[in-house]
């Protein structure tokens, strides 16, 4: 089973989140999988380290519920439609969206 997103803390026993994050990047089933890191260490975001790690964002615990939730909405639309788009022949990836259009149009 694949997911459809990850969330890491920065702190596990053992390893550290940002260690994770890289080694599923580096896996080819897992690298389009969307990450978000949280801390509760505010400068942890900004530092070098996370900067350079293959995070799709980094959350600063304590987060605004709403805020994280549209992130994951938006990050799993991002991933969902890369997912689609990936289904279709070369050259016919735009047709997808123009369908949707389309349809939406059709219902009004």
């Keep these: ?25 580096k896996d080819p089933q897992a690298k389009n999988i969307p990450i978000i890191l949280i801390t509760a260490q505010a400068q942890k975001c900004q530092e070098q380290n996370i900067k350079e790690t293959p995070v799709d964002f980094c959350a ?22 890369k997912v689609e788009n990936s289904s279709l022949p070369a050259g016919r990836q735009g047709d997808k969206n123009a369908d949707k259009e389309k349809n939406i149009n059709n219902r009004r």
């Design 1 to 25: 089973m694949r997911p459809d997103l990850i969330i890491l803390d920065v702190l596990l026993p053992g390893i550290k989140g940002t260690e994770v994050a890289t080694l599923l990047k």
């Design 60 to 81: 600063i615990k304590p987060f605004d519920f709403y805020e994280l939730n549209n992130k994951v909405d938006g990050l799993l639309n991002i991933s969902h439609n």
